[in-house]
């Protein structure tokens, strides 16, 4: 299913996600992360260095979602997406990306993930009451 491009407007306008991991037993975590998107392929890639809990949590437990969210008062322009998929190490290709929307990360140590959506929900109240968009990945 090809992603409709309100996900992609959506996700153009934010610079920030809310990563949701949990270990193996299932303890929840969740911290915030700047993300580049790569709409050809539905991955987000943010940076974690790997002594951060929430990397341990992913490399224990790839299985992840996330949220990305507009802040408002106004229930009429209520946005949000949820996110679902898993946790690997970004490509050269995606780290490319990475810099190029947060140049100055150019000279930065970093360590790139990619979460690869499997699923996004978009909740989009700006399209009607509660509307919801779903897109899942096909295999």
Known sequence: ????????????KHHVLTLATATTAGA????????????????FIFTS????????????????AAS????????????????TGNIEPATDEEKKLY???FPYTAVA?????????????????TL???KKLIWHKQE
């Open 68 to 83: 990305i969210v507009l802040e408002t008062r106004i229930v009429g322009k209520i946005q949000g997406l949820q996110i």
């Open 109 to 125: 140590d970093l360590t790139l993930w990619r979460l690869q959506a499997d699923m996004m929900k978009l909740t989009d109240n």
């Open 28 to 43: 929840p975590y969740c911290c915030n992360a700047f993300f580049a998107y790569d709409k050809h392929s539905a991955a």
């Open 1 to 12: 299913m090809e992603i409709d491009k309100r996900f992609e407007k959506f996700i153009a």
């Open 49 to 64: 260095d790997n002594s951060t809990h929430h990397a341990q949590m992913m490399v224990a437990n790839s299985r992840v």
């Open 99 to 101: 810099i190029k929307r």
């Open 128 to 130: 009607g009451f509660g």
